[in-house]
């Protein structure tokens, strides 16, 4: 991404409220206000007064705990970590939003830098077709935060994304809230594992999304999948 500078990196990712604050590298779980959060901007919104904070949710703490994940991954994993987290809010987080970085993991002779991301979102049975969830969760969150990184760099060869969501059948909002006692639906979780090279050549054009999938690693529910992408609508001259 490289346009905003490193003394920015942890400011802009504080540009966040968060509920509640538990791993050592970077988990946040809560209702997220994403005040200003975009991973370009080098502006500090101003400061809104802090709620009383629970254990490990300080400020200072949240801080501490980005320039660790920045010391060990670089800033490029603290913009992604933001990315992935504001994405998953737009998305349409019902149930709290987490994501952690595990570390590295090998697979297939390759080294990625491993984001696991609890997207809170319950897609409606209704609504969403069973091969739709996959392509969705790429769409919405993976592809848009991707899309934030001209040149990523990552002390790995590449990036994988872990999400996992849930799925229910509900008439709207209301009567999914009331379901919500009984159960958050059934769980899913699709993998991405995306080399860097790839993702530069997404982003310069050159390549499509589904071009960048083919070269990819997918796992639905931890077997191998194939995704396909629907065909992109014909812009209008």
């Avoid at 969830?133 to 899309?147: D, G, H, Q, T, Y």
């Avoid at 799925?167 to 999914?176: G, I, P, Q, R, T």
């Amino acid at each position: 991404m490289h346009s905003t500078n490193d003394f920015d990196i942890i400011p802009a990712a504080l540009q966040m409220s968060v509920s509640r604050f538990h791993h050592p590298l970077g988990r946040y779980v809560g209702v997220l206000a994403l005040l200003a959060l975009t991973c370009g901007s080098s502006t500090v919104a101003a400061e809104e007064p802090e709620p009383p904070a629970e254990p490990g949710t300080s400020r200072k703490e949240i801080q501490d705990s980005l320039h660790e994940l920045q010391r060990k991954y670089g800033s490029d994993a603290v913009l992604m970590e933001g990315a992935l987290l504001g994405q998953a809010i737009r998305g349409g987080s019902i149930l709290e939003a987490v994501i952690s970085v595990p570390g590295i993991e090998e697979r297939n002779g390759k080294r990625f830098l491993t984001f696991k991301l609890e997207t809170g979102i319950i897609y409606n049975d209704r609504e969403v077709a069973p091969h739709e969830r996959s392509m969705r969760a790429w769409s919405e969150i993976v592809e848009a935060s991707l899309r934030q990184f001209h040149k990523p760099s990552f002390p790995a060869d590449g990036v994988a994304v872990v999400l996992s969501y849930t799925h229910k059948s509900y008439s709207d909002l209301a009567d999914l809230h009331a379901q919500l006692k009984e159960g958050h639906g059934d769980p899913e979780a699709v993998s991405f594992y995306l080399l860097t090279p790839d993702v530069v050549e997404l982003n310069a054009d050159r390549i499509t999304p589904q071009q960048l999938i083919d070269r990819s690693t997918v796992l639905l529910n931890g077997e191998p999948a194939h995704l396909t992408l629907p065909a992109p609508t014909p812009s209008k001259n």
